[in-house]
C-alpha cells in the first residue's frame, strides 16, 4: 500500500470503521512506514484533546431553549370567562374557551398538535387583541401560527378577515371567495377546526337559510358575540323565520346580505324580501359589488 492511500484511511483505522481486507493492509502498512505512524500518532492525539474540550452546558440552558422554541400557553380572562391561549415562536396557536384546568389543556393542544405545551407569560399584544375581540371591538393584527392547518382551511380561514365587523356570511359565500364554491362542507369543517376563534372571526359565518347556526363554544356566544359586534342579529333571524335571503333597494335596483351596511341603509319603504337569487334576478335586481351575495 502506498502512502497515498494509506492516508486516507488512517482516521478509518484509529477508529476500526474499516473493512477487515484493509485494516489489515493498514496495520502492515503502519507497522513498517514511520510517516504514517507519525501522522496516526497525531491524529490519536488530537483526537484525544477533543475530548477534554467538553463542558457541562450551564443549569438554566434547557430552560432558555424551551422557552424559545417550545410551545407556551397561559389563560387569559375576559368578561366571556377565561380563555387559554397557546401560542409558538410564530404567533398564536390557538385560542380556546372551555372551563378546564391546565393540565387538560395540555391535553387537547398535544391531541391537536403532537407537542405538550408549557406554561409561559402571554405577550400583551395577543391578550390585548383577545380581549378586544371578545368585547365586540376591532383587535389590532397579531401574528398567527396555521402551520398546522391544511393549505386549504388556512385560506378559508384568513379570508374570514374580508367579513366586516357587524356583518355576517354564509358559508357558501365563503366557499366561492376560496375559489371552491362547491366545497360548502369543506368550508363548515374548516370554521368549526378554526384554532384562533375571534382573532379568526368564524362566528361571523352563518347558514344559507338565515339565523346564527351553530358555534364550536356554543350559539349562545355566536350570538353574543355577533351583538356586540353591532349585528342586527334578532332582524337576520326573523328574515331566516320568514325564508327571506336578501334585501333588494327600489331605487338603486341592488340587492345585498340582510347583514351588508347597503342594506342596512334601504329605508323600509323601499325594501323588497327577496327568497332567493333567481327571485332577486327576476325582480330585476343585480348583487352588491360588497357584500357579494
Known amino acids: 500500500m502506498r502512502c497515498s492511500e ?22 502492515a502498512h503502519v507497522a513498517v512506514c514511520g510517516r504514517c505512524a507519525g501522522e496516526l500518532a497525531e491524529i490519536t492525539c488530537l483526537a484525544d484533546d477533543m475530548t477534554r474540550l ?13 422557552q424559545k422554541t417550545c410551545d407556551r400557553y397561559s389563560d387569559l380572562e375576559t368578561d366571556l370567562g377565561r380563555f387559554w391561549v397557546g401560542f409558538s415562536f410564530r404567533g398564536v396557536t390557538m385560542v380556546f374557551l372551555q372551563p378546564t384546568e391546565s393540565e387538560k389543556f395540555e391535553d387537547i393542544y398535544r391531541h391537536r398538535y403532537g407537542r405538550r405545551p408549557i406554561r ?20 389590532p393584527s397579531v401574528p ?34 376560496a375559489g371552491h364554491p362547491q366545497a360548502v362542507r369543506a ?37 353574543e358575540l355577533l351583538v356586540r359586534e353591532g349585528a342586527p342579529v334578532e332582524e337576520i333571524e326573523r328574515y331566516a323565520r320568514e325564508g327571506v335571503r336578501y334585501i333588494g333597494c327600489k331605487t338603486t335596483r341592488i340587492y345585498c346580505l340582510p347583514s351588508c351596511c347597503d342594506a342596512q341603509r334601504v329605508q323600509s319603504e323601499n325594501r323588497v324580501l327577496l327568497t332567493g337569487t333567481a327571485d332577486a334576478v327576476r325582480a330585476g335586481f343585480r348583487p352588491c359589488r360588497h357584500c357579494k351575495p
Open 54 to 66: 467538553h463542558v457541562e452546558a450551564p443549569a438554566a440552558i434547557l430552560d432558555q431553549v424551551r
Open 144 to 177: 398567527l401560527d396555521l402551520s398546522a392547518v391544511s393549505g386549504f382551511e388556512q385560506k378559508a380561514l384568513l379570508l374570514l378577515r374580508k367579513i366586516p365587523r357587524g356583518q355576517v356570511r354564509p358559508y357558501g359565500w365563503l366557499a366561492r371567495e
Open 120 to 139: 409561559g407569560d402571554l405577550p400583551g399584544t395577543y391578550a390585548g387583541a383577545i380581549t378586544r375581540a371578545a368585547a365586540g371591538k376591532a383587535p
Open 187 to 223: 368550508v363548515g369543517n374548516a370554521m368549526a377546526r378554526n384554532p384562533v376563534p375571534l382573532l379568526l372571526p368564524c362566528h361571523r359565518v352563518v347558514p344559507a337559510a338565515g339565523g346564527v347556526g351553530r358555534y364550536a363554544f356554543g350559539p349562545a356566544l355566536k350570538r
Open 6 to 27: 494509506a492516508s486516507k484511511l488512517l482516521e478509518g483505522f484509529r477508529t476500526h470503521e474499516l473493512g477487515k481486507l484493509e485494516y489489515r493492509q493498514m496495520a
